[in-house]
Antibody, heavy 125, light 106 residues
């Protein structure tokens, strides 16, 4: 059974760096074609894909956030980490990590079949 | 960036109704299109992937069709559990979501 769970601060101040951790189980991020993504959703808005990392450490980023976001993995601990620099109140959202539905191809992105419960982050002074 | 536009943004329907939601892409996304259902306070749930493939465990009253720039999600007989917000997502060149369609009780 695949599970994912997000953790991190509930609040950060503007311009600070936000670091979120996704702890997963039930799959290995060392096997082709596994991928894990981070998606956020501001209140009342549509989800927004932030970043995606694959088993081979290939990464994809949202074009609009690429300069501020970094995704990394620690396969020994089953973790995927998202870092966002220079945060702004507009970054206030629920942040989800999710398992990319296994598909050996189209490495530009993917559908997400299993999601974590999400963690709410407020950016405010 | 590819923009995804859903219509309508909201609809009212009764149990048993047939419901159709449309998603249009600003350029072709081939068949790299997914549909999700989201209820308040919950994460999105994958219903359809690759435009028309039903995710395991999803009731067969849900179906998807389309390719290129125009896609539809159809619920053949709306059930009480189906009142929710529905999103399309392309994953052709990276990814983006439509703005959502809220299905409300009539």
């Amino acid at each position: 059974q695949i599970t994912l769970k997000e953790s991190g601060p509930t609040q950060v101040k503007p311009t600070e760096t936000l670091t979120l951790t996704c702890t997963f189980s039930g799959f290995s991020l060392t096997s082709r074609p596994v991928g894990v993504g981070w998606i956020r959703q501001s209140p009342g808005r549509a989800p927004e894909c932030l970043a995606l990392i694959y088993w081979d450490d290939d990464k994809r980023y949202s074009p609009s956030l690429k300069s501020r976001v970094t995704i990394t993995k620690d396969t020994s601990k089953n973790l995927v980490i998202l870092s966002m620099i220079n945060t702004d109140p507009l970054d206030t959202a629920t942040y989800y990590c999710a398992h990319r539905r296994d598909y050996d191809g189209n490495w530009n992105g993917g559908a997400f079949d299993i999601w974590g419960q999400g963690t709410m982050v407020t950016v405010s002074s | 960036d590819i923009q995804m536009t859903q219509s309508p943004s909201a609809l009212s329907a009764s149990v048993g109704d047939r419901v159709t939601i449309t998603c249009r892409a600003s350029q072709s996304v081939s068949n790299w299109l997914a549909w999700y259902q989201q209820k308040p306070g919950q994460a999105p749930k994958l219903l359809i992937y690759q435009a028309s493939s039903l995710e395991s465990g999803v009731p067969s009253r849900f179906s998807g069709s389309g390719s290129g720039t125009e896609f539809t999600l159809t619920i053949t007989s709306l059930q009480p559990d189906d009142f929710a917000t529905y999103y399309c997502q392309h994953y052709n060149s990276y990814s983006s979501f439509g703005q959502g369609t809220k299905v409300e009780i009539k």
